[in-house]
């Protein structure tokens, strides 16, 4: 028997009127510092995916816009000013201390500020950890919205690394990375966790040390949607792969990848010893169409229509066309990822000089399109 929506009934109400999921031993921790802009669709988006206010926590690190006004707005939630300046890691961890969180709560949820998940996020999420008890950490999927050229690289990489590497790690158990924008954490193992930073990438670090400790399964909750803001002007777009791939060398060094002798070495040394050699090649290019010029010609036909037809599948699952439209450029970006993954590659691990500089992207205005459509915004968002 299926049950059709009443009239006025979103998706939520309709799914959880089958299957009833409790979601009052969940809350989320939102980092925030000047995000006047977006900080709002965050939070209404997560009470209208079916958290009470008092379930809120909005970490505000000395914000100097209207950070603290657009919050006021919200009758109910946590926000935790932060004295001083204290960064995302240790003002996560001073959340969880000053609140006591991990004791208050059975799973702890994080979400950027500039990111807002759908309405089923978190009753997915539960579901993902009731049906896997050994699970400590389950990741939902990211999708970056609409802008131009970038964002349709974005959205192609999210989708296309989703469906080719992520459901094949789910079931090897060795997944690298829970996005920071799309991860929940069972309560028990937060303690057992080291939040003093010391990377960029703060999502893999805490990744690592849960395989690295044994301390559960990371799983992979691909309906459980969290959308997010992506560069839209280039040189942010370097500034924060920058930022990713010096992390992802950091983390590497810090917790001895690919040395432990456990599944998630092999998968870390196949993934980066792979894209290290392939954008060495990237990067070899002129020399190579000097000597061979035919032959690369013929090879670089074949990667556009295979990437052509990779970007065509993606927009028609994600029912974004401009997915196709901006396919051409997409040869460009990659050579661009290639040339940072070596960049940063020489600078960390080579040279060790670690870059320590946190890069956040410049936001822009959400559109109309962005923001979740739910009656709870409205009750929520003034």
């Known amino acids: ?36 802009q977006l900080v709002s669709r965050c939070v209404a988006s997560v009470l209208a995916a079916g958290l009470a206010p008092r379930q809120v926590f909005v970490i505000d690190d000395c914000s100097k816009d209207r950070t603290r006004e657009v919050l006021a707005a919200f009758d109910g939630i946590q926000v935790i000013e932060n004295p ?15 609140y006591q969180l991990p004791e208050r709560f059975d799973f702890i949820a994080l979400l950027d500020a500039d990111s807002y998940v759908d309405e089923m996020y978190f009753d997915t999420i539960v579901r993902a950890f009731r049906a896997d008890p050994g699970a400590t950490l389950v990741c939902g999927s990211p999708r970056s919205e609409r802008r131009n050229w970038l964002t349709a690289y974005r959205a192609f990489d999210y989708d296309a690394s989703s469906w080719i590497y992520k ?26 966790l080291d939040w003093s930073g010391g990377t960029l990438v703060e999502d893999m670090d805490l990744t690592i ?4 400790g044994g301390l559960g399964r990371v799983r992979y909750a691909p309906e459980a949607i969290s959308h997010t803001q992506d560069p ?16 992802t060398w950091q983390v590497m060094r810090l917790r001895r990848l690919p040395r432990g002798r456990q599944r998630i070495d092999l998968e870390f040394g196949l993934l980066v010893g792979e894209s290290l050699a392939f954008s060495v090649l990237v990067m070899l290019l002129p020399l190579l169409f000097i000597l061979w010029p035919q032959a690369l010609l013929r090879c670089l036909v074949i ?15 994600l029912r974004r066309a401009d ?16 040339f940072v993954w070596v960049r940063t590659f020489w600078t960390e691990v080579v040279r060790r000089r670690s870059l320590d500089v946190w890069y956040t992207p410049q936001r822009y205005e959400r559109r109309s399109g962005d923001r979740p459509t739910s009656q709870a915004r409205e009750a929520f968002c003034a």
Not at 209 to 212: A, C, D, K, L, V
Not at 323 to 338: E, G, K, Q, S
């Open 1 to 36: 028997m299926t049950l059709l929506p009443r009239p006025g009934m979103s998706r939520r109400d309709t799914i959880t009127s089958i299957s009833p999921v409790s979601l009052d031993g969940i809350c989320v921790v939102i980092p925030a510092f000047n995000e006047e």
């Open 84 to 98: 001083t300046r204290l960064g995302k890691v240790r003002g996560l961890q001073r959340a969880l201390d000053v």
């Open 167 to 192: 459901d094949a790690q789910d079931a090897l158990s060795v997944i690298a990375v829970a996005p920071g924008c799309a991860s929940v954490y069972r309560s028990s193992v937060v303690r057992r």
């Open 209 to 212: 040390q849960i395989h690295r």
């Open 232 to 247: 839209q002007r280039l040189r942010d777009y370097i500034g924060q792969i920058t930022r990713w791939y010096s992390g």
């Open 303 to 317: 990667d556009q229509v295979v990437t052509t037809a990779l970007a065509i599948a993606s927009a028609v699952r």
């Open 323 to 338: 997915l196709v439209l901006w396919c051409p450029t997409f040869v460009v970006i990659r050579a661009i990822n290639c």
